[in-house]
């Protein structure tokens, strides 16, 4: 038998392995010939594919990543790790999609993986997010983009407030774990500087 520590380890290294898989530039490879590295935005991401390769090929490579994030969770409960633990191995993916070693420890926004991994702790709220960005969208279809990013920022202090105050919808949720809610602002907090890095990125 693994002993705890030790398995949280391995399980936090092989969240980070599955994150790093490139399947944006596989896919772009081989569905345009191209290299999401150089062309369109020339973010390894599933909205560079979708731009350069085609929708179909975007959304195969958006749900490949969130799949990662998901991937990781799952094996941290096959692991038989609380969910205080197994939410960090979401984590560790989508660390590994942004600094991947099959990149040069370069990757993505990890925006898929993130709401792969948290959609297994906080699906109910994704729900609330998606809807708030639904209208947001509505309001202000110019801005989707920055709506989405607000948007799920909110995940955290909607976690935060379940089963602690009453919210419609959520009335009848537990309580998240601290561990959770943190691992939630950590990667809200993360896509944030992936955001700003790529702006702040001079393009050719």
Do not use: Y
Request: aromatic share 10%; glycine share 12%; proline share 7%.
């Amino acid at each position: 038998m693994v002993p705890p520590p030790l398995r949280l380890i391995l399980v936090v290294l092989g969240g980070f392995l599955l994150g790093s898989l490139p399947f944006s530039v596989w896919v772009g490879r081989r569905a345009a010939g191209v290299d999401v590295r150089r062309e369109g935005s020339r973010n390894p991401g599933a909205a560079n594919v979708w731009k350069l390769a085609g929708r179909s090929f975007g959304v195969l490579v958006g749900a490949a990543d969130a799949a990662k994030g998901a991937a990781a969770v799952w094996l941290a409960w096959w692991a038989e790790l609380p969910d205080g633990q197994a939410v960090w191995a979401g984590a560790a993916a989508t660390l590994g999609h942004d600094f991947s070693p099959w990149l040069g420890f370069r990757g993505g926004k990890g925006g898929a993986t993130t709401v792969g991994a948290l959609a297994c702790f906080l699906f109910p709220e994704l729900l609330v997010v998606l809807g708030l960005w639904i209208l947001a969208s509505f309001l202000d279809p110019r801005r989707k983009f920055v709506w989405s990013i607000a948007s799920l920022s909110m995940l955290a202090p909607i976690a935060a407030m379940t089963g602690r105050v009453p919210l419609p919808w959520l009335g009848g949720l537990p309580t998240r774990s601290p561990s959770v809610i943190a691992a939630a602002a950590f990667l809200i907090l993360l896509l944030w500087s992936r955001i700003a890095s790529g702006l702040a990125r001079p393009h050719a």
